[in-house]
């Protein structure tokens, strides 16, 4: 695939456009959409008020000019390609940010002289990758959840754009990145302090239960420290909807569907059975809190066989004072953090990492066990931390320890996986530290059909 030229267009000779997936997006129409558009199931437009939020079902089968008739009372602004080509300097490489399952991202600026009515601000424009992961399914669920959910610990979708085969997402600009950077990449500055690590723990929970208590719910499926970005003030964000399932309701217990996340962050019982609910949640967001606790990745290759899977390594001394101390807290922090709110924090992880998932909190619960922890600076005694669970079954230590999510980690690598690919060369790379691998695993309860 030849190279993006850093003007952002790529010459028109005949065998180059041929074998460019790139030429739909900087150089012109392919003529066709990225998905199936044949069905133009016609959506009521929506005439705000107190309507239901609608689901990716309700549109999953609309036409594209159906879609943003109902989304109307979202404020999501509708792009040309032309328009985001000069808002980002035509997808210039010194204004590339990153690159995820979806698509590179790319910073630009908008204000009324590129879009009328739109106040001037930054703005993160994802494109679509043809040889992606992912598709018209994932930036469709993309502009259907965040176009209706509002709230302070997710991400602002600013707009977005479906032109032919263009499929672009426009977002508000996070000035610091991702959480996974400040964890792990080497070329960020410095560490992050205990109070700034406990406030984006609290921040990410907020956004994870305002989805799981919504009068319709909504599982997020992809939490990991990559889709957490930061904004000035370091505040948290959930980012990319993409994976995003609307989760189950009445008599249903859970959603089953395609396993599909990243590596290391899945719950177990969801690689075993393709079951989905909001406990899988759960599980990941125990995977990432521990993640902040100790500063090590959720799977590294690069340390020794018995610690590179951080749960496997990690949850046995989480509720050991000694062992938290000395094997599992990041020694970034050099010793500057109070050792009790510490230990509560290890506790509601360990909790989150439970292998029975009832045996896992709901979010609402770990927010209020977290949130109270933000306000202990000293070494004192917090009270202890009360999650409402169900009761442990007999010898349920025991139990976990046999059925440790590492096995079912294992299983997966037997099955395809799909790596990120960039579309770029030498300058896209996202960091110095361990790759995440984006995978889907066909299961016997695969259901292709629900989204």
């Known amino acids: 695939m030849p190279p993006m030229r850093s003007d952002g267009v790529i010459k028109a000779g005949a065998r180059e456009r041929s074998s460019s997936p790139w030429r739909s997006l900087l150089g012109g129409c392919l003529g066709g959409a990225a998905g199936d558009h044949e069905a133009k199931k016609k959506v009521r437009p929506r005439s705000g008020g107190g309507l239901r939020r609608l689901s990716f079902t309700d549109l999953s089968g609309a036409a594209d000019e159906d879609l943003s008739i109902s989304l109307v009372g979202s404020n999501l602004h509708v792009f040309t390609v032309a328009e985001l080509r000069a808002a980002t300097g035509e997808f210039a490489d010194d204004n590339f940010l990153g690159e995820g399952g979806f698509g590179p991202v790319y910073k630009g600026f908008v204000d009324g002289g590129v879009k009328p009515g739109l106040k001037p601000q930054a703005i993160a424009v994802k494109l679509w990758d043809p040889e992606g992961a992912q598709g018209h399914k994932e930036w469709l669920a993309e502009v259907i959840f965040l176009g209706q959910l509002r709230h302070p610990n997710l991400v602002k979708l600013v707009g977005y754009c479906c032109e032919d085969a263009h499929r672009l997402l426009v977002y508000e600009y996070m000035p610091n990145g991702s959480l996974e950077n400040h964890l792990f990449v080497k070329q960020v500055p410095s560490a992050l302090s205990w109070s700034t690590r406990l406030n984006i723990a609290v921040g990410a929970a907020k956004g994870l239960a305002f989805l799981h208590d919504a009068e319709k719910p909504v599982i997020y499926r992809d939490f990991k420290g990559s889709n957490i970005l930061l904004d000035s003030d370091k505040k948290p964000k959930l980012s990319d909807f993409g994976l995003a399932k609307d989760g189950p309701e009445g008599d249903d217990t859970h959603v089953s569907t395609r396993v599909m996340g990243t590596h290391g962050y899945a719950a177990p019982e969801y690689i075993m059975t393709g079951h989905l609910t909001a406990k899988s949640d759960v599980y990941s967001f125990g995977v990432v809190l521990l993640e902040i606790l100790s500063g090590r990745h959720s799977v590294d290759k690069t340390r020794p066989s018995r610690e590179q ?6 949850r046995p001394g989480l509720r050991d004072p000694l062992k938290l101390a000395r094997r599992i807290m990041d020694p970034a922090l050099e010793g500057r953090y109070p050792a009790a709110a510490a230990q509560k924090a290890a506790a509601v992880a360990h909790q989150c990492l439970s292998s029975s998932p009832k045996n896992r909190p709901d979010m609402s619960a770990v927010v209020e066990a ?70 889907v695993w066909h299961v016997p309860a695969d259901d292709d059909k629900k989204p």
């Open 309 to 314: 899977n951080l749960v496997e390594y990690a």
């Open 370 to 439: 977290l949130e109270p922890l933000l306000s202990v600076t000293e070494d004192v005694a917090v009270g202890p931390v009360v999650l409402f669970v169900a009761a442990p079954e007999p010898a349920a230590e025991e139990k976990e320890r046999k059925e440790r999510p590492s096995r079912t980690a294992r299983d997966v690598g037997a099955h395809h996986r799909r790596r990120l690919r960039s579309p770029k060369g030498s300058p896209r790379k996202r960091g110095a530290g361990p790759k995440e691998e984006f995978w």
